[in-house]
């Protein structure tokens, strides 16, 4: 059984990461009014980890005889100066996620919940790997700098990104990477 405190706090984490989908279709669509459908498309397969990522969350409450809570989400910005800025505050949204991460952490360690503390491991690592691959993305922008052409051959190259599968039960979360 999930203890009252952890279950709380991944209700809010499940708010975060239908929040981080949230944020990222409205990259996608901020892309597509600019014409960069492949950088929309990054953003959309960033968009369905982020909802695996909520899956995740409300499969482990659910194992453990937990109540998922829907909590609101705040209205995402809907435009950014260019698809550097977009990136940047992606990044910057993905160290804000890294810390809400942490803090589960903590609060595992604080309540003994050991279940939770190996489930959000997964999500530790997932981390370093999120942060990773949008600063790369803002390096290869930095890199382009002004040019157009350069940022056909960034939008045709984002668009490669497939998402990988939605967990659909804890087991297959756990195995699913
Ligand atoms: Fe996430
Ligand atoms: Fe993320």
Redesign the pocket.
């Given at each position: 059984m999930i203890g009252q405190r952890m279950e709380r706090a991944m209700n809010e984490q499940i708010m975060?990461?239908a929040g981080?989908?949230y944020l990222y279709v409205s990259m996608a669509a901020y892309f597509h009014a600019k014409g960069l459908d492949g950088m929309a498309g990054w953003m959309k397969a960033q968009a369905q980890?982020?909802v695996?990522?909520?899956l995740r969350l409300f499969n482990h409450i659910n194992d453990r005889g937990g109540r998922i809570e829907l909590l609101a989400i705040d209205k995402p910005q809907a435009e950014w100066d260019s698809p550097l800025a977009a990136f940047r505050a992606a990044l910057e949204h993905?160290e804000f996620?890294t810390g809400r991460i942490d803090d589960l952490v903590k609060i595992a360690r604080e309540e003994n919940d050991n279940a939770a503390g190996i489930m959000l491991q997964w999500?530790v690592t997932?981390?370093v790997e999120?942060e990773n691959s949008v600063a790369r993305v803002i390096d290869m922008l930095e890199l382009i700098g002004d040019s157009g052409h350069g940022l056909v051959m960034a939008d045709r190259e984002l668009g490669q990104r497939i998402p990988g599968p939605l967990p659909t039960v804890a087991s297959e979360g756990e195995a699913a990477a």
């Open positions: 975060h990461e981080s989908a980890e982020e695996g990522h909520a993905e996620i999500f997932e981390q999120e």
